[in-house]
């Protein structure tokens, strides 16, 4: 498991001591890989936490605007984060998905195409 501070240093971005403090509890792992089979390439972006996962059967709707799940009163925010990522996933031709992973955690699956952005 990758920490979150740790993830920014290896992707070459500033570190920020605010990320530790956004995801202190989670552990993130980010992979990546292309997509066979598909009429053009694709690169797949998974984002995966071992926390308490996303609420059943509302998977779809956290991509809502103002959507915050079952834990509002335990979890800061405004519920606008997944929204904005889905608003610029789909922007780029894109697909976002999110589901709960068996083992425990969620997952939020990006599916890109590979090439250069929409005009």
Do not use: M, W, Y
């Not at 403090?21 to 066979?36: K, M, N, S, T």
């Not at 789909?90 to 952005?117: F, K, M, T």
């Amino acid at each position: 498991a990758i920490a979150a501070l740790e993830l920014v240093e290896q992707l070459g971005l500033p570190p920020r001591r605010e990320a530790r403090a956004l995801v202190p509890h989670v552990d993130l792992h980010l992979g990546a890989r292309a997509l066979p089979g598909h009429a053009g390439a694709q690169v797949q972006i998974d984002v995966r936490d071992q926390g308490p996962g996303f609420p059943p059967g509302r998977e779809a709707q956290l991509f809502d605007k103002f959507e915050r799940g079952d834990r509002e009163g335990a979890t800061p925010g405004v519920g606008l984060g997944l929204a904005i990522c889905k608003a610029i996933v789909e922007a780029h031709e894109g697909r976002i998905r999110a589901h709960n992973v068996a083992a425990g955690g969620a997952c939020v699956r990006i599916e890109l195409p590979l090439g250069s952005p929409p005009a």
